[in-house]
């Protein structure tokens, strides 16, 4: 498909966190005449050895790292300004539900006034520019969580869901989302929003589930499955994400929104027991062996039932589709882990070690 728009400059934010590295490169890639800033603050959550690969894929001047809090609204206001930054894809967020539940406030901090001076900046500088907003585009990266829970039978989350987010993490997504389609509505800037449901896949932080699953079965430690493991998510490999948010960010119509989804639903203990087995395979163990890892713990707070996603506007009106089956999804996500065991074993250590113990114990 030829896209409708093109960007001389496109700041990322978050970019060197999980989906965010995969965005950058999935732009870098695709739209060689297009420069990428990338502006992430390096919480516990980014980390450069993401991007490891970008320099090269980059070549001169066509990629920037810029270290900034997105909530710095004059260093925002710089960056776009030097960079005369026409399209803005804000992906920086704190990201997990469990650290929110213990400390909501820096979500509100990231997620809501983050994305305000975000949204402030690209006014001011875009407004005050000859063209004003012609050529330019906001883009907030949300997630399925903002429409709340469904029960087992209820049709899938789209479009037209209205939003009832439970848990801090969610709340502070949707108010985001509301500033920005406010922003449109009352100033007239061109924005867009997709929500999208789980990624997984290469460089996620092994805070979540997948990736601290296969740490664990690796080292033979407990995984902690909350409640009965009955919980349904919807899971979605990240460069299919990545292609869904390139698609519409250079084609989608500016205010429009859309649902990003795997259409692929699985409870929570059947992705454990499917990452057992295929971990064990890869690391050449018996069929088996890790199952008694399988540990139930006590549920997360208000935790949602299910998730689900019905990405059809997507499909139909801008013809994007995921590429990744879910097995051939877990096997490429397996052997990223256990082939980057430096990468793994520098981001457990520390900060990771320590939230593990106060989440989990010792083992
Ligand atoms: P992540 O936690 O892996 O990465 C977040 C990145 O944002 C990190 O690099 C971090 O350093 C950076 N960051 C945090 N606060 C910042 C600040 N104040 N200023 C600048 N940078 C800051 O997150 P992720 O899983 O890659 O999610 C990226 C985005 O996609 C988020 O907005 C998230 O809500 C959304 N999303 C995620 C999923 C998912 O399954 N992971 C699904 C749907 C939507
Ligand atoms: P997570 O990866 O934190 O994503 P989210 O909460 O945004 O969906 O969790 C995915 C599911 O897995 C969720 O239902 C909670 C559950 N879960 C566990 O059972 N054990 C764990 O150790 C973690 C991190 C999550």
Redesign the pocket.
Known sequence: MNNKRHFNTILV??????????VVRRLLTAHPDSRIVN?????????LS?LDDIPALAGENRYRFVH?????GDMMRRVIAEEKADAIV???????VDRSIVDPGSFA???VL?TMSLLNAARAVWEASPEGYEGKMYY??????VFGALGEGDAPFCETTPYNPHSP?SAA?SSADHFVRAYHDTYGLPVLI???????GP???PE?LMPLVINNIKHGRDIPVYGRGLNIRDW?Y?TD?AEAIDTILHNAAAGSTYC?GGNNEQRNIDIVKALIAVTDRQLGRPAGSSDRLITFVTDRKGHDLRYAIDSSRLQNDLGWKPATTFAEGLEKTVAWYLDNTRWLDDITSGEYARYYERMYGSR
């Open positions: 934010t978050g970019g060197a966190g999980f989906i965010g590295s995969h502006v992430d603050l390096l919480t516990y959550a980014g980390n993401n900034a809090d997105i909530a710095d804000n992906l920086a967020a704190e990201t997990h901090r990231t997620n983050g907030q990266i949300s997630t399925d969580e993490y997504k997709s929500n999208c449901s789980n990624n997984y460089n996620q932080f979540k979605l990240v994400h990003v």
